[in-house]
């Protein structure tokens, strides 16, 4: 049998690391093998990537940062999701598409047609089974994120977090299905019940 992809997206600080993990180990009790990994990120070649965007200091052109985000997504997908999948195995991402949907398009400008041109070229038609929204106001998350040190992404402006944010929000109003919006903003236990709550009941677990 096959594995799942469940991709976790939000803005910054809103506690996904945490809750992939919580996940992971309610998934491995029922005996689902499970691994966890991020975005951009996951391989070699994409965390050389994730260098040059998270902490780099470069201003790139916007689309040129978008094929940056489809390439580590490429290198990631081709060695690392496609064969844990086959493998059976449970695939837990921390940030995909969504996030180049909701940083660079809404975010900086690049056009949704550009973002589906380079997601066809990069990935062909992959999806994740279910994708966790985890929402907060951008003052809570920005004032969470502030105490560790901020990457390139973390230090752009409050407006575009907030297109950021608001991004995500449409990206779930048009496919309801397969994105899911978590209220983050409450403690860590409530959060991880409703994640578990989401997942148990899409994928029919007990
Ligand atoms: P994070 O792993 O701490 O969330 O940092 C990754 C940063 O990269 C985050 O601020 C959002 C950004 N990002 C994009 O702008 N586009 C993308 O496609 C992805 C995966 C991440």
Do not use: N
């Amino acid at each position: 049998m096959t594995g799942r992809l469940i991709t976790f997206e939000g803005g910054d600080g809103a506690g996904k690391s945490t809750q992939i993990a919580r996940l992971a180990d309610d998934l491995d009790g029922l005996g689902i093998p499970v691994l966890c990994t991020r975005e951009p990120g996951g391989t070699a070649g994409a965390e050389a990537i994730r260098t040059l965007l998270v902490s780099g200091e470069a201003d790139w052109d916007p689309l040129a940062e978008a094929m940056l985000h489809f390439a580590a997504r490429r290198e990631h997908v081709e060695k690392f999701i496609r064969p844990a999948m086959a493998g059976g195995t449970w695939v837990l991402c921390d940030r995909f598409f969504d996030s180049t949907v909701a940083y660079q398009c809404y975010g900086q400008g690049v056009s949704l047609d550009d973002e589906t041109a380079l997601r066809r070229l990069a990935i062909d038609d992959l999806q994740p089974d279910l994708t966790l929204l985890l929402d907060i106001p951008v003052e809570t998350g920005r004032a969470r994120a502030q105490i560790r040190q901020q990457s390139r992404y973390e230090a752009m402006s409050d407006d575009l977090h907030l297109r950021v944010r608001a991004g995500f929000l449409e990206i779930a109003r048009r496919e309801p299905q397969r994105v899911k919006i978590i209220d983050a903003g409450r403690d860590t236990d409530s959060v991880a019940a409703a994640v578990w709550r989401i997942v148990a009941g899409h994928f029919d677990l007990s």
